[in-house]
């Protein structure tokens, strides 16, 4: 299976400061299509998980555009551009290449 | 508005059964690829199964693989889990949702918990 490494677990923020997670793949997510099937998840406290970014960097639906996302082949990111108390939760990375489809193990965003 | 409803999780003794079932609202079910996404308490997700548009596809983790069954019903926008020769380990919240790529359409279901313990 692929083992996605996140870092770091715990992200403390400052408001309205930008904030970065990154994501390491043990190998690399370019599917036989052509696309590279790598998201990003939120999940906060007390909520189901939502997605944010699909393929590397196009956002969802709803998605504030202070999200970002970038990387290729096993290197990833994801980016905000300046934090806001709604952004609190976990944040995992995910691959959508190789089944199963697996997660990383969650970063958590705090306010400092 | 696009809705996901699970129902069927519970207290359920070790190598017991349990069928877990989310009815889907607000967009065309068939036209979509399910998932079924587990979390242990305080740990990360897993993806269990996936299940294609007209069932004719499962793929699953290795962990249930022969012990879980995924399926649907389009006519009655319902995705469905058999879990069989439930373990311990199993203990999870299971959340329903849609398996979707390369669009951006994304959605969870509320969740459903899932306790194996005697």
């Known amino acids: 299976d692929v083992v996605m490494t996140q870092s770091p677990l715990s992200l403390p923020v400052t408001l309205g400061q930008p904030a970065s997670i990154s994501c390491r793949s043990s190998?690399?997510?370019?599917?036989?299509?052509?696309?590279?099937?790598m998201n990003w998840i939120q999940q906060r406290p007390g909520h189901s998980p939502r997605r944010l970014i699909y393929?590397?960097?196009s956002r969802d639906s709803g998605v504030p555009d202070r999200f970002s996302g970038s990387g290729s082949g096993t290197d990833f990111t994801l980016k905000i551009s300046r934090v806001e108390a709604e952004d609190v939760g976990v944040y995992f990375c995910?691959?959508?290449?190789?089944?199963?489809?697996?997660f990383g193990q969650g970063t958590k965003v705090e306010i400092k | 508005e696009v809705q996901l409803v699970e129902s069927g999780g519970g207290l359920v003794q070790p190598g017991g059964s349990l069928r877990l079932s989310c009815v889907g609202s607000g967009f065309t079910f068939g036209n979509y690829w399910m998932s079924w996404v587990r979390q242990a308490p305080g740990k990360g997700l897993e993806r269990v199964a996936n299940i294609k548009t007209d069932g004719g596809e499962q793929y699953y983790v290795g962990s249930v693989r022969g012990r879980f069954t995924i399926s649907r019903d389009n006519a009655k926008n319902s995705l469905y889990l058999q879990m069989n020769s439930l373990r311990d380990e199993d203990t999870a919240v299971y959340y329903c949702?849609?398996?979707?790529?390369?669009?951006?359409?994304?959605?969870w279901g509320q969740g459903t918990p899932v306790i194996v313990s005697s």
């Open positions: 393929k590397v960097s």
């Open positions: 995910m691959q959508a290449t190789h089944w199963p489809w697996t």
């Open positions: 949702k849609t398996a979707v790529r390369q669009l951006p359409f994304d959605y």
């Open positions: 190998q690399s997510l370019v599917h036989s299509d052509g696309n590279t099937y």
